[in-house]
């Protein structure tokens, strides 16, 4: 069974920090791993997705890289804001059009 | 992107009587509808997968005749929980795919059973 964790579970920063969160998994064989942002009481918004045959994606200030045979993505932020203030979940996909299985999550805190 | 909408967006029920939360994915046909729950503070647990025109298969623990779940035709699934309890209090979140392409989710249904 596919199981997910992140690291840290919270995590408080000034502003202007350039960041890591971490995400593992233990069953190597995944079709796609997803970085989603969700803000208290509301959705996901989803950040970056990686396909199994990719290293790494990246959007704007973030950047996601994935090493499947080690089990491991990071999603790294430059220059963080306050509104980049929520809970950050990696999500892997095992094979196409299946369920994503979850992390637990990491709150963000960017303090001004 | 493609977009997914959940009907309604906040319920509150008393306890003993039944909710219908409704998923629509409103510019793509979505073979297959996912449905997660979230208590607060914690991430996302399937509760089960519907494919279009067929029974939803339910994840382990999940009472089927409980929740039940319709996918009628390729743009609306619906979530029906019957005899709401309090414990069934929590948000509700679909996601919708057309196959091998990324999940696109809802905005989610927040349920709180008095």
């Known amino acids: 069974k596919q199981e997910v964790t992140q690291i840290p579970a919270a995590l408080s920063v000034p502003e202007g920090e350039n960041l890591v969160l971490n995400c593992s998994f233990t069953d190597s064989a995944i079709y796609n791993l997803q970085w989603f942002r969700q803000d208290p009481g509301k959705g996901l918004t989803s950040l970056l997705l990686i396909q199994s045959s990719q290293r790494e994606q990246t959007s704007g200030r973030l950047n996601a890289s994935l090493d499947k045979s080690s089990g491991r993505s990071t999603l790294y932020i430059a220059a963080s804001q306050p509104g980049d203030s929520a809970t950050y979940l990696c999500?892997?996909?095992?094979?196409?059009?299946?369920?994503?299985?979850f992390g637990e999550g990491t709150q963000l805190t960017v303090n001004p | 992107g493609a977009v997914v909408s959940q009907h309604p967006s906040w319920v509150i029920c008393k306890s003993g009587t039944s909710v219908k939360i409704e998923c629509r994915s409103l510019d793509f046909q979505a073979t297959t509808m996912f449905w997660y729950r979230q208590f607060p503070k914690q991430s996302l647990m399937l509760m089960a997968t519907s494919n279009e025109g067929s029974k939803a298969t339910y994840e382990q623990g999940v009472e089927k005749d409980k929740f039940l779940i319709n996918h009628a035709s390729l743009t609306l699934s619906t979530l029906t929980v019957t005899s709401a309890h309090p414990e069934d209090s929590s948000f509700y979140i679909c996601?919708?795919?057309?196959?091998?392409?990324?999940?696109?989710f809802g905005p989610g249904t927040r349920l709180t059973v008095t």
């Open positions: 999500a892997v996909e095992e094979t196409s059009g299946s369920r994503l299985t």
């Open positions: 996601s919708a795919t057309a196959g091998p392409y990324e999940q696109y």
